[in-house]
């Protein structure tokens, strides 16, 4: 049971999405809680589809939020006549399933805060439902039909309802439809494409290390020197907003700027000294009141604090478009770069974060090329766009520059890792070739993708760009990275910390190592968690308990999978060789061993054989999700899966409710109602609460 999904693993998404609702609901009717199975289904499908991060189990104030305002409203259709159904209360319950489940992400907030977050916005809920401004367009036109009478479901009838509409013959609240097309016209409708690539793990030294080397920048003694000078009395400035001459060359000298100031008569003519004032004014240090100066009284904490002033100073380098890279007179003109420059910044600093090995500059610069052709339509012959990508490599260097002498970015010369060589895509089929746009068919480099010789003497050129010797090389600074991290947090993306994790429970550790974690990161994050509980049989012991108390076979598979990958070299395998006289991990540890090779069949009993038939089919029909899904799994895996079903039926697997749900399945899917199970049992037959239909 994974709990996160890539947008395109439809299929993969329906099943786990079906099998956790199923469960959910038999949780729900034991513990005497309210759900709905649909409505159950549209929460989780909201987290996959319409969020950054698409996490099922993490559940902050502002995901509860959007659902109940904004998503739900937009995708569900309340007929005329239907019981409205709970959506706040099966959210609640929902929540409290995953707790107790182990499901949910140990990064988000607690179950009591996640409630706390659903109550304070319940009471919004149904008028944001009634509220035809925040309709999706299919709803809108649903919900008209079925107001003037017209019956939705009937296909025919809709489809002339749609005709009179398109010819201006169905009355409607043009009001609202006029909001609904401005919602989507300013893409604020809610949709899979928010889904971000995910992050890699990244380390990062504690923030008293980082707010020393804060501190070192001469970026920020040259900030904080500018609000010291301007002070709470104020500096008089000129008409226009800007610093008289005879203070300008006063900060010249005191900032230690290296302007020059020979023949200079206005202070717009100092580069660096204007930069910084208006570097000073988008951190919020400096404003100008009343035709002067001042430092903002509320900026004092932050002054006093050398990480909190980098960090307000990184984030303002993405409203400085203007001062960087802006015309300095009328006989200039803007660059691409200009008019995407928040989005290139972003997409740059996104690129550089969690790389293992620095970027070398022509890969950094040929994808931000590849932007600005999705960005812009470019006419016009190859020269003018040499000339138009030359103007805007200039002004992303001087972007560089800045970033570099604050000290999130460090460049250096070498020679550029492998990996940022021609990318190998032979065995990616022809249907992904003949798809690839032709620009990022040659900036990969894909050999017989570009079939243009023109394109093709690029690819090489870049290629000899890469190889011919060193070249520039750039990756974050640590402090870049705790600021990109920062940034990525805000907006909802995922961007592991190896460390936050130390206090997590067993189980919400190995989930996240499992799907998010790569292998040496998860090495460092299990070494610090058993570390943090200071004894280390006994935290083994709980990791053990939490593999053991999963129920999803799946889940607990790959947990185990995971724990044993992250231990010290062969201490995972002692300790699946332990794992296999314990009764209920038996399976589990079983299935590992069998994996890694390093148990063959011949080496099982006859019991343990069995065991790890049983968990082999278990797992295949919590893959298939349950019910239909399962049913058909089984039925695809031909006539020789019957006595293979029996037998595990006839094992000593642990998971005794899984295997009643798998003799249910194999009673409908292969007809086994009769027949004999192992040597004289028959199969029982119970009713099966999981198998109705869910409404869609």
């Known amino acids: 049971m994974r709990m996160r999904f890539e947008p395109e693993a439809e299929e993969e998404f329906e099943a786990a999405c079906g099998l956790l609702v199923d469960h959910l609901v038999r949780w729900a009717e034991d513990q005497g809680l309210p759900v709905d199975g649909f409505t159950a289904e549209t929460v989780l499908d909201y987290r996959h589809r319409a969020t950054a991060d698409g996490r099922l189990g993490l559940w902050e104030s502002r995901h509860v939020e959007e659902l109940l305002l904004s998503w739900l409203p937009q995708q569900v259709s309340e007929l005329p006549g239907e019981e409205r159904a709970d959506a706040p209360g099966t959210l609640r319950t929902l929540l409290r399933f995953l707790h107790a489940a182990q499901l949910a992400d140990p990064r988000g907030p607690s179950l009591q805060d996640a409630l706390a977050a659903v109550d304070r916005v319940a009471e919004q809920h149904p008028a944001a439902m009634t509220d035809r401004t925040r309709w999706g367009l299919a709803k809108f036109w649903a919900m008209t039909a079925a107001e003037q009478g017209v019956d939705v479901f009937d296909e025919a009838a809709l489809q002339r309802f749609a005709e009179r509409a398109r010819l201006g013959e169905v009355a409607h609240d043009q009001q609202a439809l006029d909001a609904i097309m401005e919602r989507r016209l300013t893409g604020r409708v809610l949709s899979g494409s928010a889904r971000a690539e995910p992050q890699l793990p990244v380390a990062l030294p504690q923030d008293d290390v980082l707010r020393r080397r804060a501190g070192a920048s001469s970026t920020l003694t040259q900030l904080r020197g500018l609000a010291e000078w301007a002070g709470q009395g104020g500096r008089p400035v000129t008409a226009t907003g800007r610093l008289r001459m005879a203070d300008a060359r006063e900060l010249v000298d005191v900032l230690g700027t290296g302007d020059t100031i020979e023949g200079v008569r206005s202070s717009a003519d100092l580069p660096r000294l204007g930069l910084l004032v208006e570097w000073a004014k988008r951190a919020r240090l400096v404003r100008v009141v009343k035709g002067r100066l001042y430092a903002v009284a509320k900026a004092r904490p932050v002054l006093a604090d050398p990480l909190q002033l980098w960090l307000r100073a990184f984030d303002a380098c993405f409203e400085l478009r203007q001062a960087l890279i802006g015309p300095r007179s009328g006989w200039h003109v803007e660059s691409m770069l200009f008019d995407v420059y928040e989005h290139i910044l972003d997409d740059v600093l996104n690129t550089l974060y ?339 239909k869910r409404r869609r």
């Open 354 to 692: 969690s790389l293992p090995y620095p970027m070398p500059w022509p890969r950094l610069r040929d994808t931000v090329h590849l932007a600005y052709r999705t960005s812009f339509q470019l006419d016009g012959g190859d020269l003018q766009h040499r000339m138009w990508f030359e103007h805007a490599d200039r002004d992303l260097r001087t972007v560089l520059d800045l970033l570099d002498d604050l000290g999130a970015i460090e460049r250096d010369r070498g020679m550029a890792d492998p990996v940022f060589l021609d990318i190998d895509l032979s065995d990616a089929g022809p249907e992904l070739l003949a798809d690839m746009p032709p620009e990022l068919a040659e900036l990969l480099g894909v050999a017989g993708a570009a079939t243009d010789p023109a394109a093709r003497e690029r690819t090489d050129a870049r290629r000899e760009e890469l190889t011919a010797g060193p070249v520039e090389l750039i990756r974050l600074t640590e402090l870049g990275t705790r600021a990109v991290r920062q940034r990525l947090l805000a907006v909802g993306r995922d961007a592991p910390l190896v460390g936050e994790l130390a206090q997590a429970p067993a189980a919400g550790l190995l989930g996240v190592l499992a799907e998010d974690y790569d292998p040496d990161a998860a090495r460092t994050e299990l070494a610090g968690w058993i570390t943090a509980r200071g004894e280390r049989e006994g935290a083994l012991r709980q990791l053990t308990d939490a593999v053991r108390t999963m129920t999803f076979r799946t889940r607990a598979q790959a947990m185990l999978d995971v724990l044993l990958a992250a231990l010290p070299d062969g201490e995972g395998e002692r300790l699946l060789r332990t794992l296999r006289r314990d009764t209920q991990l038996a399976p589990l540890a079983l299935n590992a061993l069998a994996h890694r090779e390093s148990l063959s069949p011949e080496d099982m009993t006859d019991a343990e054989s069995l065991l790890v038939l049983a968990e082999s089919l278990l797992q295949l029909v919590e893959w298939a999700g349950g019910g239909d899904g399962a049913e058909e799994t089984l039925r695809a895996q031909g006539p020789q899966v019957r006595d293979a079903v029996f037998a595990a039926l006839d094992s000593a697997h642990p998971d005794r409710a899984g295997l009643d749900e798998l003799r249910r399945l194999a009673a409908r899917a292969l007809g086994t109602h009769g027949a004999r199970v192992g040597r004289a049992r028959k199969a029982r037959r119970s009713s099966d609460k999981s198998g109705r």
